[in-house]
């Protein structure tokens, strides 16, 4: 996927690959300002679809505010959340918590076991009884009356009564009072001051648990939710910040393993990352992809194998490129969709039957479809007579598709 960004217009590109051999892409342009969509498959028709998102957003009131707020913020962030407010935010609320929580119990250089590992964490516990949480639902939620910077969002952008945002927090207050439940919280911190671990307990001894922890180049986490959903990490440092190693997931009684190797972030800004992964769940053929990077793009191989028999391989790229010039199609000349018109469209006015029949061959054909062309002619007949494209379909000509494509496969 290539993509670009500037001023009003984002544009991206999707391509699938099997074996070198490219089947197909999609572009996709939006447009910032009103949330026009633009699409097209450039192998099926240069001809862009555009859906009319804003003609649809005048029906929701609180969507269009919504929409007016993410636009605005995408032109100027700190019109809605400056940085100098956010820090403000921030260590007012955690001041709160600091200032209502003074009973801590600190260990120092607790020695923690995470699996075959040991790691020394100061551990800071709070036991936080009903009566100090509903005081702190109470201050918070003071706290969240007088704030012009929540309400400059909630009320004046988003257009929310303030008797009804003080409402909502007098709810919130109501239900942490009817709660009569002790619970203790345990944060895990390193030497150098990061938190690597944070547990809750309640008075029936049910724990919810996240930490992490590095031994040498032994890495391992330990992740409880509930009894019926835990994972574990188990990974070693093989290179500098290269990691190898396994995450397993229980879940209900459903297991997913997730082998990684030889994993590393090329690209911290994106993303970016080389190395090898393999998923393998119960009742399910094992997934391989593999990952590289020039440090510009990532992609992503998926070799398809179905039941033992191997298709062939899928290739993804994805590249983002802010700042470089996308010119918005025109609606003029678009085969447009909204809200007034969805019923009523026929896929002729859009493109071709020989076209599409002409597309879907080419893809059967380089995926090693037998009868590919039989395939695509059924395909398409049955597509061009289902009545418009978004409603009044002619399931008959549906069934007779099924009927038709059980004997290819046969």
Not at 240 to 268: H, L, N, P, Q, W
Request: charged share 30%; with cysteine.
């Amino acid at each position: 996927m290539d993509g670009s960004i500037k001023g009003n217009a984002a544009g991206y590109n999707i391509a699938a690959s099997l074996n070198g051999d490219k089947l197909a892409s999609i572009d996709y342009d939006l447009n910032i300002d009103n949330f026009d969509i633009f699409l097209r498959c450039p192998e099926l028709t240069e001809k862009w679809v555009a859906l009319d998102i804003a003609d649809q957003l005048t029906y929701d009131e609180d969507a269009q505010k919504a929409l007016d707020l993410y636009k605005e913020f995408l032109n100027d962030p700190e019109s809605i959340l400056s940085p100098a407010d956010l820090e403000s935010e921030i260590n007012k609320y955690v001041s709160i918590w600091c200032d209502n929580t003074k009973d801590v119990k600190i260990e120092k250089k607790e020695t923690i076991n995470i699996s075959d590992i040991s790691v020394d964490y100061t551990v800071a516990e709070v036991h936080v009884t009903p009566e100090l949480a509903k005081d702190m639902a109470e201050k918070y939620s003071e706290a969240v009356k007088n704030d012009e910077v929540i309400k400059n969002i909630w009320v004046n952008k988003l257009g929310m009564d303030e008797s009804e945002l003080n409402s909502q927090l007098d709810d919130f207050v109501s239900e942490v009072n009817t709660s009569d439940s002790d619970v203790t919280l345990k944060t895990y911190i390193d030497p150098t001051g990061t938190i690597r671990g944070i547990s809750m307990t309640n008075a029936d001894g049910e724990e919810a648990k996240v930490i992490i922890g590095k031994e040498d180049t032994k890495i391992r986490g330990e992740f409880t939710f509930s009894d019926e959903c835990k994972a574990t990490l188990t990974a070693d440092e093989t290179a500098d910040k290269t990691y190898s190693g396994t995450f397993d997931v229980d879940a209900d009684g459903e297991t997913v393993k997730i082998d990684f190797d030889s994993i590393k972030v090329v690209d911290e800004t994106n993303g970016y990352t080389e190395g090898n992964i393999k998923i393998t769940a119960e009742d399910s053929d094992v997934i391989g992809l593999k990952l590289s990077s020039d440090g510009k793009s990532q992609t992503v191989d998926y070799d398809i194998n179905v039941e033992g028999t191997n298709y062939g391989k899928l290739s993804i790229n994805v590249a983002t490129n802010k700042g470089s010039e996308t010119s918005l199609p025109s609606k003029d000349d678009a085969f447009v969709v909204s809200e007034d018109n969805m019923q009523t469209l026929k896929l002729e006015d859009y493109v071709s039957q020989s076209e599409v029949e002409s597309f879907l061959k080419d893809i059967f054909t380089k995926v090693g479809l037998k009868d590919a062309d039989e395939a695509s002619k059924a395909i398409a007949e049955s597509a061009f007579n289902g009545g418009s494209v978004l409603g009044g379909a002619d399931y008959g000509a549906a069934d007779e598709f099924d009927i038709r494509l059980q004997r290819i496969r046969g």
